[in-house]
C-alpha cells in the first residue's frame, strides 16, 4: 500500500528565516510526486511534479527536491503570504489515476 | 478559463437524508477525481473517471458511496443514509487525461463542498 508521510505537522517562521518540509514515501513504482498549496477554504493549488530521484524543481521563493525515498520543500527567505498548508502526493505506476496524500504542514510565517 | 466548479459550496443535512454533490470539470478535461478531507487532514482519494468510466472504485468508503458521470463532463458524487462521520469537504479535481505508462497530467482542484451532517 502507498504511504505518504509529512513532517512536521506545523512549522512556525519568522520573515525571512529559511527552512525545509519533509515528504517521505513509500510506493510500489513511482509515476509522480507532487506538491500542492491549500490555503483555508480553498481546493489544493499545484506547485511541482517530480519524476525521477535527483530532480528538482524550482518557482519562486520555493524548491522541490526528491531522492528515492522523500522529497524536500525548501523554502528560502520566506514572506508571510507563503503561509499556507502544503501537501505532498504520490501516483503509483501501478495506478495511474490514484494520488494518495499526506496529511500535511501547515507553515505560518510571521512579519 | 473557468476552472473546476463545485456546488454546493455548503450543504448541511440531517443524518439519513441522501445528498448529491456536483462536479463541472474543466472544459477538455477528459479525466475527473472526487477526494475527501476530513478536518486537518490530507486528502482521502473516493475515485476517478477516465471519460464516462471509472476503472477504480476501491476509495468508496461503503456502498452508501456512489458516483457518475455523463457525457464525459459533469459528475455527481451521491451519498446515501447520510451518517454523522461523512462530514467533511468534498473536493472534485480534473485533468487533461490519464495516459497509462506516461506521465502524470497535473489535477486542477475546485473548491470544494463542505459537508455536515447533523
Known amino acids: 500500500e502507498d504511504q505518504v508521510t509529512q513532517s512536521p505537522e506545523a512549522l512556525r517562521l519568522q520573515e525571512g528565516e529559511s527552512s525545509s518540509l519533509n515528504c517521505s514515501y513509500t510506493?510500489?513504482?513511482?509515476?509522480?510526486l507532487f506538491w500542492y498549496r491549500q490555503d483555508p477554504g480553498k481546493g489544493p493549488e499545484f506547485l511541482f511534479t517530480l519524476y525521477s530521484a535527483g530532480e528538482e524543481k524550482e518557482k519562486e521563493r520555493l524548491k522541490a527536491t526528491l531522492t528515492k525515498k522523500e522529497s524536500f520543500l525548501h523554502i528560502t527567505a520566506p514572506k508571510p503570504e507563503d503561509s499556507a498548508t502544503y501537501l505532498c502526493a504520490v501516483q503509483a505506476t501501478t495506478n495511474a489515476g490514484k494520488s494518495t496524500f499526506g496529511d500535511g504542514t501547515t507553515l505560518t510565517v510571521k512579519p | 478559463g473557468a476552472g473546476v466548479s463545485q456546488s454546493p459550496s455548503n450543504k448541511v443535512t440531517e443524518k439519513g437524508k441522501d445528498v448529491e454533490l456536483r462536479c463541472d470539470p474543466i472544459s477538455g478535461h477528459t479525466a475527473l477525481y472526487w477526494y475527501r478531507q476530513s478536518l486537518g487532514q490530507g486528502l482521502e482519494f473516493l475515485i476517478y473517471?477516465?471519460?464516462?468510466?471509472?476503472?477504480?472504485k476501491s476509495g468508496l468508503p461503503s456502498d452508501r458511496f456512489s458516483a457518475e458521470r455523463t457525457g464525459g463532463s459533469v459528475s455527481t458524487l451521491t451519498i446515501q443514509r447520510t451518517q454523522q462521520e461523512d462530514s467533511a469537504v468534498y473536493l472534485c479535481?480534473?485533468?487533461?487525461?490519464?495516459?497509462?505508462?506516461?506521465?502524470?497530467?497535473?489535477?486542477?482542484f475546485g473548491p470544494g463542498t463542505r459537508l455536515t451532517v447533523l
Open positions: 510506493v510500489s513504482g513511482l509515476r509522480g
Open positions: 479535481a480534473s485533468s487533461l487525461a490519464i495516459t497509462a505508462g506516461g506521465p502524470p497530467d497535473t489535477q486542477y
Open positions: 473517471f477516465q471519460g464516462n468510466s471509472a476503472p477504480d
